[in-house]
């Protein structure tokens, strides 16, 4: 018997500034936490699967479809860091990435692109990849000077989970 | 490390009136958002009018950027070129534009006699030239008369679903381009910015892209080995490198206006797998960077070096210096410290 294979895509969404922010005062900083927000709660891991499939049957037709959702789950999505992980058949895995490029709007949320990250074949090197992909972003905004008491908290808290 | 050599300058309403820049700059932090490093700004003209405060302009804002949102030390910078492109409807009007864009002269026996050698200093001032032909007259006047001397990349006009259709492009004319060291352009805008079922245009991008990808195969670069006239030495590994590369005469670009039409690098991928056929991974990852680095450099040597071959200087290729082996046949050595 062979395995069945499949890929683990890791997406952020990110949010552009639009016409009506102000960008005049800002320092670089806000601006990066301005792209990072939290989704709104009206987007569901229902509404991200609706979406998707919509747009891909728009520029796949229904062979695309029907290659594609074989194998097609939404392991995991948070709406406070915007970020989540589709499972899909290692075949067909482009019909997905090449179909969250494309996506426009979610829902009613418009204005954002939505990030591929990462691709990867198991689950357990996906969720290290995004752990230490959320870290960078951090360490990026905090100056350096914080960013070293940051780690050592960091590092305290995980060794007291292990001790445990 | 990524590059875009197409982000579009934001054009005048009327004559009168200011440039808005306040889209240019969402879209530049979009840009540093998904971690691109070198970005030209690109200004498209057409022979009739090429206006001189637009370039000063150009400079001044580069300036101010940096100025605004890059005070801290932590965070990554990109890097900021410009870029000329000039709309190409009849060759004997580009040889004063090219002048002004600034270059020596578009035949060699011209620099000699003409008088424009004072101004070619003064007007040096775009970092990469490209043409835009529209017709197949003016692509066939690249092939024969420009060198990479004086033009560093060619555009086609991807944007317009409703341009004249498209000339049927030869295998020989775009070999005899990249024969030459100049690169070709692959935009994927398009591909983002048609909204909804306007599925026509979506079609002609694809179905243009798709011709362009089938001329520069691998036959192409055959012939840079036979028409190439460097050193026995750089020959050789010329021969190696053209032979595993099957397309490297290309460079895509983003050619975005707008902050909602740019992707990252496995977005880019993605795209040009599903809809133009690329499949190779690293294939279309080396057109994302070390090509359009090619053109920078080709850009910078044309107008600081002797010909095109002997440039000096600490601080010439330290940007450029990853990964490149050889620029048009001639090898690019690093000074040894006493």
Request: hydrophobic share 35%; charged share 25%; proline share 3%.
């Amino acid at each position: 018997m062979v395995r069945f294979k499949s890929r683990y895509v890791l997406f952020e969404i990110i949010y552009p500034l639009t016409e009506e922010v102000d960008m005049s005062g800002l320092s670089s900083n806000d601006i990066k936490l301005l792209f990072h927000k939290y989704t709104p709660t009206e987007v569901t891991p229902k509404v991200i699967m609706t979406d998707l499939k919509k747009i891909i049957q728009l520029y796949f037709g229904d062979v695309g479809l029907g290659h594609s959702t074989s194998m097609f789950q939404l392991k995991y999505f948070s709406n406070k860091t915007s970020t989540g992980i589709i499972r899909c058949s290692r075949e067909d895995c482009g019909y997905i990435i090449s179909g969250l490029t494309l996506m426009t709007k979610l829902g009613a949320q418009k204005n954002m692109i939505v990030n591929v990250i990462k691709v990867s074949g198991t689950m357990k090197k996906i969720e290290e990849f995004a752990i230490k992909w959320s870290k960078d972003n951090l360490k990026q905004i905090i100056n350096e000077k914080e960013n070293r008491l940051f780690e050592q908290r960091i590092l305290s808290i995980t060794r007291k989970e292990n001790e445990k | 490390m990524l590059c875009d050599l197409n982000v579009l300058w934001p054009k005048k309403e009327n004559s009168s009136s200011k440039i808005d820049f306040s889209e240019l700059d969402k879209l530049l932090m979009t840009l540093t958002e998904l971690k691109y490093t070198h970005v030209a700004l690109n200004y498209v003209v057409t022979p009739e009018n090429v206006s001189d405060d637009e370039i000063i302009q150009m400079n001044d804002y580069i300036n101010s950027f940096y100025h605004k949102y890059f005070k801290d030390i932590t965070i990554p910078k990109i890097k900021l070129y410009t870029r000329i492109t000039i709309m190409m409807e009849d060759p004997s009007k580009m040889q004063n534009v090219i002048k002004k864009a600034g270059t020596a002269c578009v035949n060699n026996k011209s620099t000699h006699s003409g008088p424009s050698t004072k101004s070619n200093i003064t007007n040096n001032t775009f970092d990469i030239i490209a043409i835009m032909p529209l017709n197949e007259k003016s692509l066939h006047n690249i092939s024969t008369n420009l060198d990479c001397s004086t033009v560093d990349l060619i555009t086609f006009d991807y944007n317009n679903p409703y341009a004249p259709s498209y000339y049927f492009l030869k295998h020989k004319t775009i070999s005899g381009i990249s024969a030459k060291g100049i690169k070709i352009e692959i935009i994927y805008a398009p591909m983002l910015s048609s909204t909804g079922n306007s599925t026509v245009s979506r079609v002609k991008y694809i179905n243009n892209v798709k011709q362009i990808i089938r001329c520069s195969g691998r036959n192409s670069c055959k012939n840079i080995n036979h028409n190439n006239t460097s050193t026995n030495n750089t020959n050789d590994k010329n021969k190696k490198n053209t032979s595993n590369n099957k397309k490297n005469n290309l460079i895509i670009s983003s050619g975005a206006a707008n902050s909602l039409q740019v992707r990252n690098k496995l977005g880019v991928y993605s795209i040009m797998m599903q809809f133009n056929g690329m499949k190779n991974y690293k294939g279309v990852t080396k057109l994302l960077d070390d090509n359009p680095l090619l053109v920078l450099l080709n850009g910078r040597l044309r107008k600081k070096s002797y010909q095109q071959c002997i440039v000096t200087g600490d601080d010439v290729i330290a940007d450029t210096q990853i990964g490149i082996s050889d620029i048009n046949g001639f090898a690019v050595r690093q000074k040894e410290h006493e």
